[in-house]
């Protein structure tokens, strides 16, 4: 199972919206609506950010929202934050029942 | 409050075994699947293993397929990882999560470090 595509970086300065992408196939992202984002801040354990394509877990910010059309899920971040600057995974369910993460995506705030 | 807290890790030869633990704490254990993730040194996730509530159905990567073992003992609210014929590949932080299509809770993390 290879690994879903991200960017490998993503910038923008305080207050944009940043968009990442996550590319898979028809066997994974675009075959069902489990798709989950995670942050992950240098030396700490990922969180859950997004699930099933577009949910978000109690108290994370609405300013996270997520999308999916055909095999390409997107999390977009919106009046970012000097605090969003971390590492961005994406994952999915896959066909053969296992998961699947993406490259990662590391966001800058300038 | 609701925590993972992984143990077991450390340094071992290639070829060696190492078992990982996970001990649950601050909800019902024994009401969610769990999994296995690892994060080589910066590097991305991989998906490891998962293990349904009974511990009927179990599903590996096929990175550590006939290799690793995943398990669970739902009345001491553990999960546990048993490594054998490891491999410097496997070298990576090991994070026990709570879930099945999505991650909610992870665990600090187990460093494993495959050297001679």
């Known amino acids: 199972q290879s690994a879903l595509t991200q960017p490998a970086s993503v910038s923008g300065s305080p207050g944009q919206s940043i968009t990442i992408s996550c590319t898979g196939t028809s066997s994974d992202v675009g075959g069902y609506n489990y798709v989950s984002w995670y942050q992950q801040h240098p030396g700490k354990a990922p969180k859950l950010m997004i699930y099933e394509v577009s949910n978000r877990p109690s108290g994370v910010s609405n300013r996270f929202s997520g999308s999916k059309s055909g095999n390409t899920a997107s999390l977009t971040i919106s009046g970012l934050q000097a605090e969003d600057e971390a590492d961005y995974y994406c994952s999915s369910y896959t066909s053969s029942s296992t998961r699947v993460f993406g490259t990662g995506t590391k966001v800058t705030v300038l | 409050q609701v925590q993972l807290v992984e143990s077991g890790g450390g340094l071992v030869k290639p070829g060696g075994s190492l078992r990982l633990s996970c001990a649950a704490s601050?909800?019902?254990?024994?009401?969610?699947?769990m999994s296995w993730i690892r994060q080589a040194p910066g590097k991305g996730l991989e998906w490891v293993s998962y293990i349904t509530i009974s511990g009927s159905t179990i599903y590996y990567a096929d990175s550590v397929k006939g290799r690793f073992t995943i398990s669970r003992d739902n009345a001491k609210n553990s999960l546990y990882l048993q490594m054998n014929s490891l491999r410097a590949e496997d070298t990576a932080v090991y994070y026990c999560a709570r879930g099945y299509y999505d991650f909610d809770i992870w665990g600090q993390g187990t460093m494993v470090t495959v050297s001679s």
């Open positions: 601050g909800f019902t254990f024994s009401d969610y699947y």
